[in-house]
């Protein structure tokens, strides 16, 4: 059957015909909410890249997950700026290292009903900036995956939820589940940063947390744009060495990578819709080009329709203001 009898349009002539067939739902409770906590700071300092987003002191980060309770959002994922860098990122494991004390902050205020996700890289804790130990210019593979494990444990001693790896070093999900469970945190679930690709989509994060590398670039560790299959294995390493969560990194140059992760995988999918495609939304709206809600809604719809279960998304702080359609 075909046009006259067929009519597409038939279905789409009202608001309410089109939401009774709506097959994907946004919910806040499906985003997570990234926060930068800073342990040099009394006041939150705006990211210049990131309009409307904060760094914040750690005094500060119980209330911002007030805010993102109060969005519907139940979920935070935490990235520190520490004091003190240094060759070996001692202050990402640091006892009272600034994401450890956030994550002592959230849980004492908000208990059980916030899920607090502590990302584990060393690139924010490094001075030169890669998110591995370094020698003579190579990122060292099988010597960083004891320190991300020690990460871990600490994120786990202060509370955290979830831990989520993202250095893109080798093994690094087994050896993290190894030092958990050692450490009796056999019940802490790991969500992976499992295929992260080198992009130009992170620049306003690296300005945001200080991570930009001092040297050379990340490409030895993180994945490179044109091999679909290497996703693939990426992820079945990953749950391979226990990963309960995998995720694709960036979003939406990747929507055939999540796509692919959805249809191989019976776990949760986890898209990360990076610092850049929040920050190209933000400008072109600022300049009156394109109507910002609406576009956030198809993004993360779009996000979504390819297969992802969580978004990890910084419009997750107004989620309210653009989820409903207006
Ligand atoms: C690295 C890390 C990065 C992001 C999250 N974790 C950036 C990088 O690899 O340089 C980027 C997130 C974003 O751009 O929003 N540990």
Not at 19 to 35: A, D, F, G, K, S
Not at 152 to 157: G, L, M, P, T
Not at 283 to 302: H, P, S
């Amino acid at each position: 059957m075909s046009f006259p009898t067929v009519r597409m349009r038939r279905l789409r002539r009202t608001a309410a015909m089109r939401e009774i067939l709506n097959q994907v739902n946004l919910q806040p409770n499906n985003l997570i909410y990234p926060i930068f906590v800073d342990e040099g700071i009394t006041k939150p300092v705006a990211i210049e890249s990131m309009p409307g987003y904060s760094r914040l002191p750690v005094d500060q980060v119980a209330d911002e997950g007030k805010l993102a309770l109060e969005q519907g959002v139940k979920s935070v994922l935490l990235f520190g700026i520490p004091a003190l860098k240094d060759e070996s990122g001692t202050s990402a494991f640091a006892k009272n290292g600034v994401v450890q004390k956030a994550i002592d902050e959230l849980k004492k205020t908000h208990g059980e009903e916030l899920v607090v996700i502590g990302d584990v890289c060393l690139c924010e804790y490094m001075s030169h900036g890669h998110c591995g130990l370094v020698k003579d210019g190579e990122v060292l593979n099988d010597q960083t995956l004891e320190i991300l494990g020690k990460v871990a444990v600490s994120q786990a001693e202060a509370g955290a939820d979830v831990v989520a790896p993202s250095a893109m070093m080798d093994g690094q999900v087994g050896a993290i589940r190894e030092a958990l469970d050692d450490a009796g945190f056999e019940q802490i679930p790991i969500m992976a940063y499992s295929a992260k690709y080198a992009s130009g989509f992170y620049g306003p994060f690296r300005e945001a947390v200080e991570s930009t590398p001092k040297f050379g670039n990340r490409r030895s560790y993180q994945m490179s744009q044109g091999s679909p299959e290497e996703a693939l294995r990426e992820m079945e390493l990953d749950l391979n060495e226990g990963a309960d969560m995998i995720m694709v990194k960036p979003a939406l140059a990747y929507l055939d990578i999540i796509s692919i992760a959805k249809d191989n995988f019976n776990v949760p999918i986890v898209a990360y819709n990076v610092s850049g495609e929040y920050s190209m939304v933000k400008a072109a709206a600022m300049n009156g080009w394109i109507d910002e809600k609406t576009v956030i809604r198809e993004i993360l719809t779009g996000i979504k329709r390819a297969g992802a279960d969580l978004i990890i998304t910084y419009f997750a702080k107004n989620a309210k203001s653009w989820l409903n359609q207006s």
